[in-house]
C-alpha cells in the first residue's frame, strides 16, 4: 500500500506561482511513476504531469506544458508540482498519485494509489 498527501494548494491570483508536494510513504514509491492529475467542480480527472522513478523521463498535458514542472526527491519520498504562469482554467483539486507501471501513462486507471488532493483557486 501507498499513503500519499498532498500539501500546498491556496488563493492564488492570475499569473503567481505555486508549488504543491506529495510526501508519501508504504510502498516504496521511489522505484514508481508517479503522477499528479486535477479535477475541476463539473468535469472529469485530467492528467497533468508524470514523472518516472528515475526522473529521466517525464510528459505534461498540452494545458500546462511551460509552465509547470515535475520533479522528485526519492530520499525523501516527496513528489513535487512547481505551478507557473497560473490561468484561471488551473482551478481545480490537485490529486497526487502513483502507479505500478514502468513506463508513463495519463490514464487515471493506470494509478493505483490517490492522494485525497489540495485546493488550487486562481483568481482572474
Known amino acids: 500500500q501507498a499513503q500519499l498527501v498532498e500539501s500546498g494548494g491556496g488563493l492564488v491570483q492570475a499569473g503567481d506561482s505555486l508549488r504543491l508536494s506529495c510526501a508519501a510513504s508504504g510502498r516504496t514509491v521511489s522505484r514508481h511513476t508517479m503522477g499528479w492529475f486535477r479535477q475541476a467542480p463539473g468535469k472529469e480527472r485530467e492528467f497533468v504531469a508524470s514523472?518516472?522513478?528515475?526522473?529521466?523521463?517525464?510528459s505534461y498535458s498540452d494545458s500546462v506544458k511551460g509552465r509547470f514542472a515535475i520533479s522528485r526527491n526519492n530520499a525523501e519520498n516527496t513528489v513535487y508540482l512547481q505551478m507557473n504562469s497560473l490561468k484561471p482554467e488551473d482551478t481545480a483539486v490537485y490529486y497526487c498519485t502513483t502507479t505500478p507501471r514502468v513506463t508513463l501513462t495519463s490514464r487515471p486507471y493506470d494509478y493505483d494509489y490517490w492522494g485525497q488532493g489540495t485546493q488550487v483557486t486562481v483568481s482572474s
Open positions: 514523472i518516472s522513478w528515475s526522473g529521466s523521463s517525464i
